[in-house]
């Protein structure tokens, strides 16, 4: 195999990495949006205690969030996320604006994680 | 700082093999594309060294695309002259027939100072021994001498060298370099003979060289202490 054969092989498998990189992105951005997501249905239907239980399903999956993540997304965005995540907690008590501001911020810096690496000409250029 | 420690390791490793895969053309005079790529995939390596926020894959990743570009970028340059031409420039003749070119000095932006300097490094002092100079497309120049400046060689003078190809390196610091004997065309029982010739055991040896005429050289190790 020679050096050009070998360049073809590895930029094939360099489209590979960043397709798959893509898609993993997506995936986890949307996991994790959807327990976000169910923090905000527990509120919508007043019960905080199922709100509190949704979050603690979010803190378990931190973790495997965070090690996937990692590998593609700058180390200081997920430490954004994950202090507007700590801050969570004390507001879940009750129904508040506050509390709706924060898993509002919370879900939009989840949207915007995935969207950042979507290959468009905006993010291109 | 362990985790600087591990990038630092596994960034060397890519750099090496990228550089490894770009090929020896790139360790040499540098093309104008091969610069642009080795500038890059410098910084790019740097920025993941110093920021540990930045995955490392966001560092392996363009430095990788970068060498394929260029690997790939070379092999088609190598098969169709007109990417040639896009990619490393063409050469530019700025002396011919012993006269400068000036309007192409003009275009390379080329000063009469950087003509004779280019010169000099050639070892040309004066213009008028130039037949050609040509700017190469790795900005090198390369210069072709009159004819009556030219020095005489030893075809000229009708004085062959006896043995064309340089000595070999049969043994060194105590160890025998099987390779090279093969090239010489001799085998270990030559070695030994030699050897015992000259009342010296492969351990003694420093330095060993042979050619095919049979000129041989022997240094023996220095005593220590």
């Known amino acids: ?125 | 700082m362990t985790i600087v420690l591990i990038r630092s390791l596994i960034l060397y490793a890519v750099v090496i093999a990228s550089v490894r895969l770009m090929g020896k053309r790139q360790l040499g005079e540098l093309q104008p594309s091969e610069l642009v790529i080795t500038i890059l995939v410098s910084n790019i390596a740097t920025l993941s060294l110093e920021d540990t926020g930045i995955p490392l894959l966001c560092g392996i990743l363009p430095i990788l695309a970068l060498v394929c570009c260029e690997v790939i970028a070379s092999q088609l340059s190598l098969h169709y002259t007109p990417v040639r031409r896009i990619i490393s420039g063409s050469p530019k003749i700025i002396i011919r027939e012993g006269r400068p070119d000036q309007e192409m000095l003009r275009a390379l932006r080329l000063s009469v100072d950087d003509l004779l300097c280019a010169l000099r490094m050639n070892g040309i002092f004066d213009l008028s021994e130039v037949q050609f100079a040509i700017v190469e497309t790795n900005g090198s120049v390369s210069v072709c001498r009159k004819f009556a400046c030219e020095s005489p060689t030893r075809q000229d003078l009708d004085c062959p060298r006896p043995c064309a190809d340089p000595p070999l390196l049969v043994a060194a610091d105590g160890e025998l370099r099987e390779h090279a004997l093969d090239a010489l065309g001799r085998d270990r029982a030559w070695l030994c003979a030699f050897l015992e010739d000259a009342h010296c055991r492969l351990e003694e040896v420093f330095l060993l060289t042979a050619d095919r005429a049979g000129h041989t050289q022997l240094i023996r190790k220095e005593a220590v202490g």
């Open chain 1, 1 to 125: 195999m020679n050096r050009f054969h070998m360049s073809l092989a590895v930029a094939g498998l360099l489209v590979a990495v960043s397709a798959g990189s893509l898609a993993a992105v997506g995936y986890e951005c949307r996991q994790f949006g959807a327990l976000a997501q169910d923090i905000g249905d527990a509120l919508d239907a007043g019960d905080t205690a199922r709100a509190r239980r949704a979050y603690d399903r979010m803190e378990a999956a931190w973790d495997g969030f965070h090690h996937v993540m990692g590998l593609f997304v700058e180390g200081t965005q997920l430490h954004e996320l994950r202090a507007d995540m700590a801050g969570l907690p004390p507001l879940l008590a009750e129904d508040t604006p506050e509390a709706r501001s924060a898993l509002a911020r919370l879900e939009k810096r989840i949207e915007a994680l995935y969207e950042e690496e979507v290959p468009s000409i905006w993010h291109i250029l």
